[in-house]
Nanobody, 121 residues
């Protein structure tokens, strides 16, 4: 069984920083693309940032220059460093990973459980 375990999140004030992390655990042979998504109740989940196995990154325009996605391939962890947070960044944040299951030897899409980020004064 493959699991993505998220940590981080919380309540901060505008302009503050926050870091999220997401670790792959269980029957993980290899992890390909990883990404962070966020969702506000009543809206569609949107991709915030992604990083390939080779380290190529992508950001949605609203977080470009403020958020940084990185990964540790040896530990199967993806990070999201969020600086200069704004109230509109408030959402439930989910990590995503494309994972090669070591028992089934098949690739699958997996999601973390979600972690709440709230930005408010």
């Amino acid at each position: 069984q493959v699991q993505l375990m998220e940590s981080g999140g919380g309540l901060v004030e505008p302009g503050d920083s926050l870091s999220l992390s997401c670790a792959g655990a269980g029957d993980v042979a290899k992890i390909g693309d990883m990404a962070w998504y966020r969702q506000v109740p009543g809206t569609q989940r949107e991709m915030v940032a992604s990083i390939s196995l080779a380290g190529i990154t992508w950001y949605t325009e609203s977080v470009e220059g403020r958020f940084t996605v990185s990964r540790d391939n040896a530990k199967n962890i993806v990070y999201l460093r969020m600086n200069s947070l704004k109230p509109e960044d408030t959402a439930e944040y989910y990590c995503y990973a494309r994972v090669l299951d070591s028992l089934k030897w098949t690739w699958g899409d997996y999601w973390g459980q979600g972690t709440q980020v709230a930005v408010s004064s």
